[in-house]
Structures are given as C-alpha cells and as structure tokens.
C-alpha cells in the first residue's frame, strides 16, 4: 500500500490540492499547506518510490531562493503600476465622461446604449487593465441610463459584464503580465499576440448587439430626441476626422525622408494634437465652428487614446519596457486627474490601498505557488503531466482543446490569478514538447480564462455587477418613475450568450494561429538567400597553402620530411629549424642529445 502511494504521489497531491480549494481554504495558503504536507510525507517514502520521489530534508535550504525569485521579479513590478493607473482613471471620471459622450453619439442608433458601453470598456482596458475597475464603473454610470430608457435588463447586465472583462485580454492586461512571467515570455510579445483577438472579441460583442437590435429591437430601442443633449453635429465631426486625416498623410510624407518608418507615428501624433488643440480653441473661444457633439467627442476621446499611445505605443515600438510602460501610465493617469480637478488626498491614499491589496494577494499566492512546486516537481508531478496531456489523442490541436475544456470548467472554481499560478506552470512544458508556440499557447489562455469572469454563478464580474446593480425598486432621477430592480437570475442569463461567444473566439484564435504569430513579424523566405564570405588576406588563394604549406610544409616538413614521406631507416631526425618567435627564452639551452 505504502509502494503504491509513493509511486502515485503526483495525482495523489493533485486531488490533494482541489480538496483544499473545495473546501474553502485560501489558496495561498492551501498552497503552501499542501507543498509542505506532501514535502514531509515525500520524504519519508522516498526509499519506497523506486526512484519517482527526489526529495530530501536539504532541498527545503532552496526556498529561500524560490522567494527571493519571486520578490525580485522586475516583470512582476507592472501590476502594481497598471493597477494604480486603473483605479487612479476610475477614480477621475474618465469613464463616466466617455459614456455620456460615446452614448450621445450613438443615441440615435437601436442599441446605440449597448455599443458605447462595449467601446468604452474596450477603451478602459486599454487604459486600466482592471476588471473590476471597469464594470463597477459602467455598472453605476451605465445601467440606470439603460434601464431608464427601456432596455431589456438581462441584455444590459451582459453588456456591461462582458465589457468589462475585455480587460482581461486587451493590453495592457494583468493576466497576460502574469502568463507571459509563468511561460517564460516577453509581456511585450505577450501584448502585441493579443492586441488583435481582443479587437476581434469586441467586435464578436458589437455583433450579438446588432443582431439582438434586428430581431428583438424593442429590447433596446434609440434614446429619444430630448435625451440627446449634444443635439447632432456628425457631419462636423466626419469634417473634423477628414481634416485630421489629411494632415497625419501630409506629415507623413514630408517627414518620410527625414524620418523614415516613424514617419506615419509622427504624423499621426502631429494630426491629433493639432485637432485636440482646435477643439479646445473652438470651445474656449466659443467660436464653435465645430458642432457640441464633435468638440465633446474629440475633447474626451483623445486624452485615454493618448494615454494608451504613451503605456502600449511605447512597449509596441521597443521605447519602453512593460514595467515602465506601467509607470509612465501611472504618471499619465495623475496627470488627467489633476487636469479634470478630481485628484486630492483621499483618491490617491485609495488607490494606494486599493494597489496593496492587489500586490500582496499577487504575491502570497506566487509564495505559495513556488512551494507547491518545489513538492510537486520533486514527486516529478510534471512529468506525469507532461505524459498525461502528450499522450491525448489529437495531437497539437487535441492537446489544446483538451486544455481548454480543463481551464474553462477550473475557471468555475479558481479564478484567473490562481489558474495562472497552479495550472499555466504544469501546462507549459507539455506545450512546448508538442512545438506548441508558448506566446499564441497564452493568448488562448487569456482568452480562456476570461470566462472565469462570466461563468453562473461564480463569475466576479457578475459579482462586482451585483454589487452595484439596483436590489429594490427605486424613483429615476431624471423621469421620476419608479424602477422594478435587477434579480441575481437576470445578471445570470445575461451573461450565458457573451460565455458562448467567448468560447467562439477561444475556437478562433486556435484555428487561426496567425491572428497571433504576427508578433514575429514578417517571415522571411530563406530559400533564395545565398551567402557570400569576403576574401580575406591568408585566406585566399595561396594564403592558406603558402602560409600552411610554407609553415607546415617548411616548418613541420623540414623535421618529418616531405609530406608522405618516411624518414630512411635508421637515419637520425634532422634537428628542426628554429622558429623566429618560437625560441628558448634568455639563459636557457637546449640540453644536449644523450649518447
């Protein structure tokens, strides 16, 4: 019996470790607890493993440097950064001023509503990289908007649910930060192989509200004429986006020669300060050339897209590492806040105390994780892994289904900092033995893991929802009507439609590896490619023959002969020449020949 359990100490501590978690226990230190149970027990039945159990009573002398690695990870360093930046935007209004203004400009449209708050939470993921940030902000800006005009309540609450998780999988997402450490990988490859299948993702979530606006329109209907107060001014705004069009062009071309691949950067930046400038000075002056809706749109929209630009514009062009994208974003959020008038004391201690508990929940868990491990590893709990998932049927394609289906039913349970922690790491090797490509493996991940948030009833987004969503009926500020509120139930059918499209793009982006390899850029055809090696003096011809031949020939020959040839029986060897360079140092001789 004791046999049997040293040789299947692997899965044994696997169940182990799900028994704690069902239990209840916290799992840094469930973790830890189990790393540290099944350390003591692996030892006393290593005798009995056959060779399956490496431990011993020395080997815990290597945890302080576990913990030291993790303490000193610089790449760990952009959570706290990206999540002070996020709280710090939350905290300033950005995402109330963006949802007034993108609602009025897709008011008149059927589920106009519903497409500014999937573009907003596209905008604050770009900007926060925090879930929670984002849908408890759209939760209490957007919802009563929503109900108060007649949307359908499960329709809203998967809306404002599902964009908030975007943040999850657009850069510059905590997840990818924390995937992109556990497989080894740059978070700036990271960022770049997710950039687009976020962008798909959003417009998947465009797609269900303008289908669900075709066929079931009363469920969202357009905000009516006196809810617009910004009154309609597109075609001045279509004008102001021509002109800008025409400058960043006219920039770019003047400043190609000179400037080369940045030029079209360049001349983007130039058009946009240059239109931001005209709306303020429109606005200001009160000139108003440009109708309210367009000076409001540019005057909101272009402070976060310059915010994304300086975080994500500076990793993608190699300016700025992750880590210090994540403090110049920092900088940029105290700096809109202090601009909007809403930064004092109170909001920077919140955000603070907001980021160190984030941090030190990141980090005991880490802690706990590099103690797992250390047991696990030496039970060689990644090997049965390892042959456990390559011997799925399938190949590449059922490996990663495979891990897909796990991840996605772990994700009712754990959420995406614990999956990243205890699954990523036994996944990874198994991965990269099948040639899987580790950067699009993540992204599938990411993808993956996003569901943790949406999944009935253990989704923390459909948490932070009800937390903010209305419990009892309440009298509308603006109409005066009384407000039946928001059941559990609605939250939860709400979100079933987004977790299936969620699964579509998990589906996607593994049937379309390249919306992810792009990160490599582009490939390069080696097949035509000939490579010439310069003539170099020696080398040429004659060099190599004059200066081995001479050298070897005259050197070497003139002691063993000419080359093939043997020295004549009983013949003497010829003394061999001196070599200039090669000579007895000062003061020595040669000793003399033995008679």
Not at 483 to 503: D, K, L
Request: net charge neutral; glycine share 12%; proline share 7%.
């Amino acid at each position: 019996m004791m046999e049997f359990i040293a040789q299947n100490m692997a899965p044994i501590m696997f169940l182990s470790l799900i028994g704690f978690l069902l239990v209840g226990y916290p799992v840094a230190f469930a973790l830890a607890a189990n790393g540290l149970l099944f350390f003591f027990i692996g030892v006393e039945l290593a005798p009995m493993s056959g060779g399956s159990i490496n431990l011993s009573w020395p080997l815990l002398n290597a945890m302080p440097e576990r913990m030291w690695g993790v303490m000193s990870n610089e790449t760990l360093l952009a959570i706290p950064f990206f999540t002070f930046m996020g709280i710090l935007l939350e905290r300033s209004g950005m995402a109330e001023d963006l949802l007034d203004t993108i609602g009025q400009l897709f008011g008149p449209v059927r589920g106009g509503l519903a497409y500014a708050v999937i573009i907003v939470g596209a905008l604050l993921a770009a900007t926060t990289g925090v879930v929670a940030a984002s849908v408890i902000a759209m939760g209490l800006i957007s919802l009563p908007i929503m109900l108060r005009y007649g949307y359908d309540r499960r329709i809203a609450s998967g809306v404002i649910a599902a964009s908030g998780t975007l943040a999850q999988i657009i850069p510059p997402s905590l997840v990818l930060i924390v995937l992109a450490d556990q497989l080894g990988r740059s978070v700036g490859d990271m960022y770049k192989g997710a950039l687009i299948p976020g962008m798909v993702l959003t417009a998947l979530y465009m797609g269900y509200v303008f289908v669900m606006s075709v066929f079931r329109p009363a469920s969202m209907p357009a905000l009516p004429l006196e809810a617009r107060t910004l009154g309609n001014g597109v075609t001045s705004l279509a004008v102001a986006l021509a002109v800008c069009m025409a400058i960043g062009y006219g920039t770019h071309v003047w400043l190609a020669p000179t400037h080369g691949a940045n030029a079209d950067i360049l001349g983007a930046a130039a058009a946009v300060i240059f239109i931001y400038i005209v709306a303020l000075l429109d606005k200001g002056l009160k000139i108003n050339a440009m109708s309210r809706l367009a000076q409001q749109v540019i005057i909101v929209l272009i402070p976060p897209l310059a915010l994304i630009f300086l975080v994500l514009g500076t990793i993608f062009l190699g300016i700025a590492t992750p880590t210090e994208g994540g403090a110049m974003g920092a900088v940029g959020a105290l700096f809109l806040a202090a601009v909007k008038g809403r930064l004092s004391l109170t909001v920077i201690t919140q955000a603070l105390a907001s980021t160190t508990r984030l941090s030190a929940f990141v980090m005991f868990i880490l802690i706990g994780a590099r103690v797992f491990s250390l047991t696990f590893y030496g039970v060689n709990g990644h090997i049965w892994v390892e042959h456990l998932l390559t011997s799925l049927p399938g190949g590449e394609t059922g490996f990663l289904i495979a891990v897909s289906v796990l991840v996605f039913f772990l994700a009712f349970f754990l959420d995406f900092f614990e999956l990243a922690f205890i699954i990523v790491p036994l996944l990874a090797p198994a991965a990269e033995s099948l040639g899987i490509d580790l950067i699009w493996f993540g992204v599938i991940l990411g993808v993956n893991m996003q569901t943790s948030f949406m999944h009935p009833p253990f989704g923390f987004a459909l948490f932070f929802l009800r937390s903010v969503a209305p419990k009892s009926p309440y009298v509308d500020k603006v109409t005066g009507i009384t407000m039946q509120p928001v059941t559990t139930a609605q939250i939860y059918w709400g979100a079933v439609p987004f977790v299936f499209i969620q699964i579509v793009m998990i589906a996607v982006v593994i049937s379309f590896p390249q919306m992810v390899m792009h990160y490599k850029g582009p490939v390069i055809d080696t097949s035509n490619v000939t490579i010439t090696l310069p003539q170099m003096p020696g080398l040429g011809a004659g060099g190599l023959g004059g200066g081995l031949g001479g050298g070897l020939g005259g050197g070497l020959g003139g002691g063993l002969g000419a080359p093939g040839a043997a020295p004549a029986p009983g013949a003497a060897p010829a003394p061999a020449p001196a070599v200039p360079g090669l000579g007895l140092p000062p003061g020595l001789q040669a000793p003399a020949p033995a008679n």
